[in-house]
């Protein structure tokens, strides 16, 4: 993930786009709308590894925990088709 950053600040600084039509043109790509949604992607995996780990270290008691972890799963999977909606109409 720090990798996708790192390159995508150096693209981003090389060529800002200073529009809505240039950013559409710029996720237009298929490398990075594809790169992108990897990124956004594992990201959400990375917090739901790191929210699961948190509840079911903190909360001892199962029924608690399993409507925590419920709460946090739908959450990040709002999340993601949040994320792919708005890839897929920009990027089209």
Same mark, same amino acid.
């Given at each position: ?10 693209? !981003?600084?090389?060529?800002? &786009?200073? *529009? +809505? &039509? ?7 790509? *298929? !490398? #990075?709308? #594809? =790169? ?5 992607? *594992? %990201?959400?995996?990375? @917090? ?9 270290? +903190? ?6 925990? %399993?409507? !925590?972890? =419920?709460?946090?799963? !739908? @959450? %990040?999977?709002? @999340? @993601? #088709? ?8 920009? *990027?089209?």
């Amino acid at each position: 993930m720090m990798l996708f950053v790192f390159c995508f600040a150096v693209y !981003f600084a090389a060529n800002t &786009p200073a *529009s +809505y &039509p240039e950013w559409r043109a710029m996720m237009a790509n *298929s !490398f #990075i709308a #594809i =790169t992108t949604t990897l990124f956004f992607l *594992s %990201l959400l995996t990375h @917090a739901w590894v790191g929210m699961r780990d948190v509840i079911m270290d +903190y909360l001892h008691v199962d029924s608690i925990r %399993l409507a !925590f972890l =419920t709460v946090v799963g !739908f @959450a %990040l999977l709002g @999340a @993601a #088709i949040w994320v792919m909606k708005i890839l897929l109409t920009v *990027s089209i």
